[in-house]
């Protein structure tokens, strides 16, 4: 299967920023997604990025580099209900998507 | 809004047992998958399928089935269920295709599956 990394659990204060990374494998990759995941709850969807640059949804931003094969979530000012998995989710021309294990996002007050 | 619903939120099932798992989703949507969600393993796709009657077997298939004979429903069969197979089971559906925004999954709510 394809390669997947991003970091096993994260943490930060309320109002700070966060940063998480990911990279994948470049075989047949189309695009990369972001999820995210409340304890108890299913995977909703957060972005997807198919071209390489920064999409920015509110105080959520996803990050793509095609050529390093890298993509980076980022949250802003962040807020206690942040806390929860976020899993980048690559597609490539094996028609579906890669969901690796997840970051666990824990925000302190 | 797209709504995923599945049959059962939690179940509990005896070794040896066919277990049924249902999903409806009431958007049209193209595409469906079957995930399985362990801790520390995250989601791993077990089948998904692509129009009614298809199937592609997805990273994990062995011990399961699937059925998909309207567009709207995907059912996950475990023909003879086993204690490894004690997990929370997703499903998901999606239009479009890889390299499309519109490939966005929507979740069921999940089963949670106790096989003793």
């Known amino acids: 299967g394809q390669s997947l990394e991003q970091p096993s659990e994260v943490t930060a204060v309320e109002g700070a920023i966060v940063q998480i990374n990911c990279t994948y494998q470049t075989s047949g990759f189309y695009g990369l997604s972001w999820y995210q995941q409340h304890d108890g709850g299913a995977p909703t969807f957060l972005s997807y990025n198919a071209l390489d640059g920064l999409e920015e949804t509110g105080r959520f931003s996803s990050f793509l580099s095609r050529s390093d094969s890298y993509g980076y979530l980022l949250l802003q000012e962040l807020q206690m209900k942040d806390s929860a998995s976020y899993f980048c989710a690559p597609d490539y021309n094996t028609d579906k998507l890669i969901f690796g294990t997840g970051t666990r996002l824990q925000v302190f007050p | 809004d797209v709504k995923v619903t599945q049959s059962s939120r939690y179940l509990v099932k005896r070794t040896g047992e066919k277990v049924f798992l249902e999903c409806v989703q009431d958007?049209?949507?193209?595409?469906m998958f079957w995930y399985r969600q362990d801790p520390g393993l995250g989601l791993r796709l077990i089948y998904f399928?692509?129009?009614?009657?298809?199937?592609e077997k997805g990273d994990i298939p062995e011990g399961y089935s699937v059925s998909r004979e309207k567009k709207e429903r995907f059912s996950l069969i475990l023909e003879s269920a086993s204690t490894n197979q004690t997990s929370m089971y997703l499903c998901a559906s999606s239009s479009g295709s890889p390299g499309t925004l519109s490939y966005e999954q929507y979740f069921g709510p999940g089963t949670r599956l106790t096989v003793t």
């Open positions: 958007m049209d949507h193209e595409n």
């Open positions: 399928s692509y129009d009614v009657k298809m199937k």
